[in-house]
């Protein structure tokens, strides 16, 4: 059983713990137009999967920019950000900071992506802030669980391993 702390708290995380390595499970969420869709469907991509608890908040905020930034020049990787905020908040969000390279993903009906990623919190049912890089062929070839939830990731390592995945 996998843990976090929030706040200094320690919190259980619920769903299928994923290695490096595994294949990418499938999963439901909701596109900021209501539409359902699945990660998987960004075929022939790297995909730089980054997990927010809360989009509105300041460290969920910039990990969302400064991935949407760094993946702007890449053209073989596509930046996904999947929390549980509604999808009207991450529009509201995405236009506000004009983050037009991310994909804002929702998984706030059933946590599906939660479940099977093996990131939502028990106690809080938000989603733990991780990174995921998935590479073309649908393996996870990099996996980040922040200890603290109200951290930052590792950006470098994050960075590293994306340009180096095919």
């Known amino acids: 059983m ?3 702390n929030f706040n200094g708290e320690q919190m259980i995380l619920l769903g299928t713990e994923i290695n490096v390595g ?3 499970p499938s999963c439901s969420v909701l596109t900021t137009a209501l539409e359902k869709t699945s990660i998987e469907e960004l075929e022939g991509k790297v995909k730089l999967v980054s997990v927010v608890p809360s989009i509105d908040t300041g460290v969920c905020s910039t990990q969302t920019n400064t991935f949407n930034k760094e993946v702007a020049a890449l053209d073989h990787v596509q930046a996904v ?3 549980m905020d509604l999808p009207f908040a991450q529009e509201r969000w995405q236009e506000e900071n ?3 390279d991310v994909i804002m993903l929702s998984d706030h009906v059933h946590a599906d ?3 099977k990623y093996g990131v939502l919190i028990q106690k809080l049912r938000l989603l733990t802030r991780a990174v995921f ?3 073309s062929s649908g393996v996870i070839v990099y996996e980040e669980i922040v200890e603290e939830v109200t951290d930052s990731v590792n950006y470098e390592a994050a960075l590293e391993a994306l340009k180096s995945a095919k």
Request: net charge neutral; charged share 20%; proline share 0%.
């Open 2 to 4: 996998r843990t976090v």
């Open 22 to 24: 595994d294949k990418a």
């Open 81 to 83: 950000t999947i929390s």
């Open 98 to 100: 004009n983050a037009n």
């Open 113 to 115: 992506f939660g479940m």
């Open 133 to 135: 890089i998935i590479d």
